[in-house]
């Protein structure tokens, strides 16, 4: 790719990413930072971690056709639309739980949070044979009034049924958060036997959902254009 696929970190200890060129594709280390620059888009980079893989550390962030590993809360950060990604739960510690994202909005009034769009989740190949051992979780609220949200997305079995979970014993209240989900697929998408709180919601229509839209969410109509990068305005 021609372009940088990755935004600058102010934070050597975290940004330390060595890039490895295979075709079209760029692979990062994690923990990978991302943020400093007024909207970054990000197209066929793969980043593999475990815990805190994906810093989406400030301003408006787009990932496109991308590949995500992890264990624990390795999604979190700023407002971020993934959109046609992949997003491979790996095999932790045999005493821990996987927890995909741990959005961190601190106050009701600020536009952050994460949106995964017309995606994919799915057990990396190493931890398929095992995965019914362990407990998955679409995320947990890094802060009160954590936001997060997954659109559209194909959702393998390995996510526990109750869908989210707590962060911790006397985590935060779940009435302040906003998680929600709209039309998703696969055998993990059945939101019958999700959690009970008052901040769940299951989307139930196209209106509800287009706040967390690329149009909307992170004003991708003004400024990914000129990138090239391809993108779906809306649902």
Same mark, same amino acid.
């Given at each position: #790719?021609? !372009?940088?696929?990755?935004?600058?970190? +102010?934070?050597?200890?975290?940004?330390r990413? /060595?890039?490895?060129?295979?075709?079209?594709?760029?692979?990062?280390?994690?923990?990978?930072?991302?943020?400093?620059?007024?909207?970054?888009?990000?197209?066929?980079?793969? &980043?593999? %971690?475990?815990?805190?893989?994906? *810093?989406?550390?400030?301003? !408006?962030?787009?990932?496109?056709?991308?590949?995500?590993? %992890?264990?624990?809360?390795?999604? =979190?950060?700023?407002?971020?639309?993934?959109?046609?990604?992949? &997003?491979?739960?790996?095999k932790? #510690?045999?005493?821990?739980?996987? #927890?995909?994202?741990?959005?961190?909005?601190?106050?009701?009034?600020?536009? @952050?949070?994460?949106?995964?769009?017309?995606?994919?989740?799915?057990?990396?190949?190493?931890?398929?044979?095992?995965?019914?051992?362990?407990?998955?979780?679409? +995320?947990?609220?890094?802060?009160? *009034?954590?936001?997060?949200?997954? /659109?559209?997305?194909? /959702?393998?079995?390995?996510?526990?049924? !109750? +869908?989210?979970?707590?962060?911790? @014993?006397?985590?935060?209240?779940?009435?302040?958060?906003?998680?929600?989900? *709209?039309?998703?697929? +696969?055998?993990?998408?059945?939101?019958?036997?999700?959690?009970?709180?008052?901040? =769940?919601?299951?989307?139930?229509?196209?209106?509800?959902?287009?706040?967390?839209?690329?149009?909307? =969410?992170?004003?991708?109509?003004?400024?990914?254009?000129?990138?090239?990068?391809?993108?779906?305005l809306? &649902?």
């Open positions: #790719m021609g !372009r940088k696929a990755a935004g600058e970190s +102010g934070n050597p200890r975290q940004s990413g /060595l890039q490895r060129e295979s075709g079209d594709w760029k692979e990062l280390e994690a923990p990978h930072v991302c943020g400093r620059r007024h909207g970054q888009d990000h197209r066929h980079i793969c &980043i593999k %971690g475990y815990q805190d893989t994906l *810093y989406v550390h400030s301003q !408006r962030q787009f990932y496109r056709d991308c590949q995500i590993y %992890g264990t624990i809360n390795f999604i =979190f950060g700023a407002p971020v639309v993934l959109q046609n990604c992949d &997003i491979y739960v790996r932790p #510690m045999d005493n821990q739980s996987n #927890m995909i994202t741990a959005q961190g909005r601190e106050n009701p009034n600020e536009h @952050t949070g994460i949106s995964v769009l017309n995606s994919r989740v799915r057990p990396a190949p190493e931890f398929s044979a095992v995965k019914r051992r362990f407990k998955i979780s679409l +995320g947990r609220p890094w802060r009160k *009034y954590s936001r997060t949200v997954f /659109l559209k997305t194909d /959702l393998d079995g390995l996510v526990d049924p !109750r +869908g989210w979970t707590e962060w911790g @014993t006397g985590g935060f209240a779940p009435s302040a958060l906003y998680y929600g989900e *709209y039309l998703n697929s +696969g055998t993990g998408a059945s939101t019958l036997g999700r959690v009970r709180w008052v901040g =769940f919601h299951v989307i139930r229509d196209s209106k509800e959902a287009s706040p967390f839209t690329v149009r909307n =969410f992170i004003q991708g109509e003004s400024w990914i254009p000129a990138t090239g990068v391809p993108f779906w809306d &649902i």
